[in-house]
């Protein structure tokens, strides 16, 4: 019964993502070799979170403190546009009440990301942050929001979490590269 | 004289009929108006009266800009000496409003008559074409089927913060699902001036070709396609 739960769950998902989601965005279910599709296993694409937003409160933040916050503003540009990073989530028998595991492809490059590829975030922990309610689209946009902003506290892999520690301009180098390598799939 | 008299009464009413607590500072305010009302009733010449009326108006003005710092409600008064005082002149301007509300009212009948005579010829019309059913009951059955085809698809552009409901109030359209992209991609791409060669549309991640249709890429009511700009 719970698996009768979770597609119906899956189901309802899909329709409302059809109907609106963040643009540059993908997710659908699998579509197995003989036709049918997979309600269970969604691949999706994340897109490298764009500057625009800071260049808006770039400009407002001029107004108010002038000329050298401008410095400030430029190190916190993100890195990762232009990569739409491709990204699988497994849904369980017992979702919503379990969340789904969520894997970039192996060896991916983030503090927060394990070598296998599965993202660390809280609201993916069942025994943290993870609650019945919380869509697809809101994973999703978590882990665009994590890709830009990692979490020290909580490193999955010890290349990218040194990195970002210890030397930022080889880490941002390393960021852009990746980028590149997951240009968009259009 | 007395009629002028008889005008200014009113005013006086206004002040005396002041609620409790006000009374101390009427007393004050009442009282020049009325020491000056009784000076000026004894010196009886008609150019006096006038000039009567001049000062009271100023004074009584006077008082109400006094009041008006404190209490709200007295302005009133002296406004309607004013009016009073120019009555004459109101009343010609209040006949020319009352000659063009009535030109108004009958503009008014005959547009009715016009919206009349148009709605029968539209109910001629209607019975007309019912008269000849024959033909449309030929044509209704072919027109259902087109609407159930049609399909309302929104474009997302990348900017959708600003300009996504923009786009979703000009662009959204009824397509019907047999139509190629193309006739779409061209109506959005005239409508944001951009060259339809720098545009990629994509839906669910995939590259939409002009030559393919909604029903071939299996799309629903109200799906999005979401609008690329190639950067060239």
Redesign the interface.
């Known amino acids: 019964m719970s698996g009768g739960i979770a597609r119906g769950r899956l189901t309802e998902e899909r329709k409302s993502w ?7 965005f ?1 997710a ?1 279910p699998e579509t197995l070799p003989e036709g049918t599709v997979n309600l269970m296993v969604w691949h999706c ?1 994340i897109p490298g979170k764009a500057g ?1 937003a800071y260049e808006l409160t770039l400009i407002v933040l001029l107004f108010v403190f002038g000329w050298h916050i401008y410095l400030i503003m430029g190190a916190l540009q993100t890195d990762w546009e232009g990569g739409y990073y491709p990204l699988t989530m497994q849904f369980s028998e017992d979702y919503p009440s379990k969340p789904p595991k969520c894997k970039f492809p192996q060896g991916f490059f983030h503090p927060n990301v394990y070598p296998s590829g599965t993202v660390c975030l809280s609201i993916l922990n069942e025994d943290s942050g993870w609650r019945p309610a919380i869509t697809v689209k809101q994973i999703l946009v978590g882990i665009q929001d994590l890709l830009d902003t990692p979490n020290p506290q909580d490193p999955a892999q010890t290349e990218g979490y040194h990195m970002f520690i210890q030397d930022p301009v080889e880490y941002k180098k390393r960021v852009r590269q990746q980028a590149k390598q997951y240009p ?3 | 004289m007395d009629n002028s008299n008889d005008e200014f009464e009113p005013l006086f009413d206004y002040t005396r009929v002041q609620p409790a607590s006000v009374i101390c500072l009427d007393d004050d305010l009442d009282g020049t108006p009325d020491f000056a009302s009784k000076k000026r009733r004894i010196s009886d010449t008609t150019d006096e009266k006038k000039q009567d009326v001049n000062s009271k108006d100023v004074k009584v003005i006077d008082c109400g800009g006094k009041e008006e710092e404190e209490e709200d409600w007295l302005p009133p008064p002296p406004k309607n000496l004013d009016a009073d005082s120019k009555s004459i002149g109101e009343d010609s301007t209040l006949k020319a409003l009352r000659l063009e509300r009535q030109e108004l009212a009958s503009f008014a009948r005959s547009a009715d008559d016009v919206v009349r005579a148009v709605e029968e010829s539209v109910r001629k019309d209607l019975s007309a074409s019912l008269q000849s059913s024959p033909k449309s009951v030929a044509k209704q059955p072919v027109e259902p089927q087109r609407e159930r085809a049609k399909l309302v698809i929104s474009i997302q552009d990348k900017d959708e913060l600003k300009q996504f409901r923009v786009y979703m109030s000009c662009i959204l359209k009824l397509i019907q699902a047999d139509d190629k992209f193309e006739r779409l991609f061209k109506i959005y791409a005239d409508k944001t001036n951009l060259d339809v060669k720098n545009l990629v549309f994509c839906f669910d991640g995939d590259k939409v070709t002009p030559d393919q249709t909604p029903t071939s890429l299996g799309m629903e009511e109200s799906d999005i396609l979401e609008v690329h700009v190639k950067s060239s």
């Open positions: 059809r109907k609106n989601h963040p643009h540059g993908v659908k694409t625009v968009p799939l259009v």
